[in-house]
Nanobody, 122 residues
Framework: QVPLVESGGGLVQPGGSLRLSCVASGRTLMYYPMGWFRHAPGKEREFVAVISWSGDNVDYGDSVKGRFSISRDNAKSTVYLQMNSLKPEDTAVYYC???????????????WGQGTQVTVSS
């Protein structure tokens, strides 16, 4: 069973918005910090955002600060990534991730989703 399942990717024009969702399965993961990474062809994997279980602690990669927003609904075991003012360089496969430690989550998460493609193009 895949522990994390993403949805919401697609094709959007520059300047547009998308919201990604990630559902965590299992009672353990729903209490973990969760985050998002992305991987574009020819580039290294990039940290996008992370959120603590309570939602009080969030952090973003420099390239998305001010444009992306991470949130979670623990009752639904779901974390969201609201992406606004999208640029062509945001095109990538976006992965949801989870780990018991925020520090480890930002560096090398234990649990991963299967990824969802986001394409920003006119």
């Amino acid at each position: 069973q895949v522990p994390l399942v993403e949805s919401g990717g697609g094709l959007v024009q520059p300047g547009g918005s998308l919201r990604l969702s990630c559902v965590a399965s299992g009672r353990t993961l729903m209490y973990y910090p969760m985050g998002w990474f992305r991987h574009a062809p020819g580039k290294e994997r990039e940290f996008v955002a992370v959120i603590s279980w309570s939602g009080d602690n969030v952090d973003y990669g420099d390239s998305v600060k001010g444009r992306f927003s991470i949130s979670r609904d623990n009752a639904k075991s779901t974390v969201y990534l609201q992406m606004n003012s999208l640029k062509p360089e945001d095109t990538a496969v976006y992965y949801c991730a989870a780990d018991s430690s925020i520090a480890t989550l930002k560096d090398n998460p234990t649990y991963w989703g299967q990824g969802t493609q986001v394409t920003v193009s006119s």
